[in-house]
Nanobody
Framework: VQLQASGGGLVQAGDSLRLSCAAS????????MGWFRQAPGKERIFVAA????????AYADSVKGRFTISRDIAKNMVYLQMNRLKPEDTAVYYC?????????????????WGQGTLVTVSS
């Protein structure tokens, strides 16, 4: 699976942004999809995930209620709608694919990574 993330940019606190991840290659619907982020000097951490069918989602506490993950299986796309952005959301965001839902939050268990897209939130 090849993943291509896009949609990052520079925004102000309180603004919204939508990230997109285009998948190609093996059967997209076989993979749970997730978004992770990595701030400068920090480890990559889990942000949000969506199950293979799209019926189940999970979020980090820090983004719950502000971010929404979705997927369009027909278009092989995953999205992360980010609302009420905060400066602490500043990071490189990575989309990820994993074959097992139970491993979707585990960085070292991810099967495929996208290249990352930078989100900068100014105060």
């Amino acid at each position: 699976v090849q993943l291509q993330a896009s949609g990052g940019g520079l925004v102000q606190a309180g603004d919204s942004l939508r990230l997109s991840c285009a998948a190609s290659g093996r059967a997209f619907s076989n993979y749970a999809m997730g978004w992770f982020r990595q701030a400068p000097g920090k480890e990559r951490i889990f942000v949000a995930a969506i199950s293979q069918s799209g019926g189940v989602t999970a979020y980090a506490d820090s983004v719950k209620g502000r971010f929404t993950i979705s997927r369009d299986i027909a278009k092989n796309m995953v999205y992360l709608q980010m609302n009420r952005l905060k400066p602490e959301d500043t990071a490189v965001y990575y989309c990820a694919a994993v074959g097992s839902w139970r491993l979707v939050k585990v960085v070292r268990s991810i099967d495929y990574w996208g290249q990352g897209t930078l989100v900068t939130v100014s105060s």
